[in-house]
């Protein structure tokens, strides 16, 4: 693990809030552990190792059932302790793998059978190198054929030069964290609205409403980041997505605590009605299709 890097929480509260039956956490990675599956020679970052069990313990722990286990760039384009949490947690996870521009058909089919049902291209530059647009193009080409989608993550001043390539995709796209908006400008700022004129203009385009200790400048309330959230789900409820985020890699400024993420989810989703479509009825239609 790298100095200064902070361990998740390690005795999070239990919420208050109790999610709908069927709720899914669609957004949480697992790290190593180390010994097993080493981090990749590349990485930007060596983080805490966090495993499956601790994982799958968190998610009973939070009153979820199921997780989409997104692999993180410290694992680089080796999927295998993502497709190993998978294997374990059945029918109860599915995955979001990150691959190369040579990947095959057989490979992807292999993922598909263990779970896999999106990819994930990183623009975050602390995060990943380049990765020229024709290769993500190809990949996404090659999971055409498996029905996947593609998850993107980048931060808000990318988004502008982003938009032409996203236009490009032609499935479903889920934009991490709401496209990282730089919360103290407000809501009304243009570079929000240009996300949610984005999400307006193009309907295969969703997010999830995740981060929000990632983005605060007012921890533990958060009350910074909810508007945001807020707007989301009121305007795209069909097309949003809840994630803890766990085990919060590379969190600089505090631990968050899992039990309290869950309990800002009635801010976010202020009706039964919307609780039910981002934590059960969105996740389970996109990832639990088939
Ligand atoms: C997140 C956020 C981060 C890390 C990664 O792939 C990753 O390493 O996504 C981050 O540092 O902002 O979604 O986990």
């Known amino acids: 693990m790298d100095k200064n890097y902070l361990p998740f929480h390690s005795n999070p509260s239990t919420p208050t809030f109790k999610p709908p039956t069927g709720a899914v956490d669609a957004h949480c990675h697992v790290f190593g552990p180390a010994k097993v599956f080493p981090y990749h020679p590349a990485r930007k970052y060596t983080p805490c190792d966090a495993s499956k069990d601790q994982l799958f313990a968190l998610r009973d722990q939070l009153g979820f059932q199921r997780n989409v286990i997104v692999q993180a760039s410290c694992h680089g384009t080796d999927n295998s302790a993502l497709i190993d949490a ?10 979001v ?5 040579d990947i095959t058909t057989d490979e992807l089919y292999q993922m598909h059978l263990s779970g896999v049902r999106a990819v994930r291209f990183n623009f975050v530059k602390r995060l990943v190198d380049t990765t020229p647009k024709e290769v993500f193009l190809a990949i996404a080409e090659k999971i055409k054929v498996f029905g996947w989608h593609i998850v993107v993550y980048f931060e808000a001043p990318d988004l502008a030069e982003l938009i032409p390539f996203l236009k490009e995709l032609n499935t ?5 964290h709401m496209g990282r908006p730089d919360v103290s400008k407000g809501v009304e700022h243009e570079d929000f609205q240009r996300f949610i004129q984005l999400m307006q203009d193009n309907e295969n385009i969703w997010t999830k409403v995740s981060c929000p200790e990632r983005l605060t400048q007012h921890a533990p309330d958060y009350s910074d980041v909810v508007p945001f959230a807020k707007t989301l789900v009121e305007r795209f409820h069909a097309r949003v997505l809840w994630g803890t985020d766990w085990p919060h890699p590379n969190m600089k400024s505090h631990v968050p605590d899992d039990g309290h993420l869950v309990d800002i989810i009635p801010q976010i ?4 009605e919307l609780q039910q479509a981002l934590l059960v009825d969105n996740p389970n ?3 639990w299709s088939e």
Request: charged residues 15%.
């Open 269 to 272: 989703a202020t009706t039964i």
């Open 285 to 287: 239609r996109l990832y």
């Open 97 to 101: 793998a990150v691959v190369s521009g």
């Open 172 to 176: 479903i796209i889920v934009v991490d």
């Open 86 to 95: 998978l294997k374990a947690a059945s029918i109860n996870a599915r995955g």
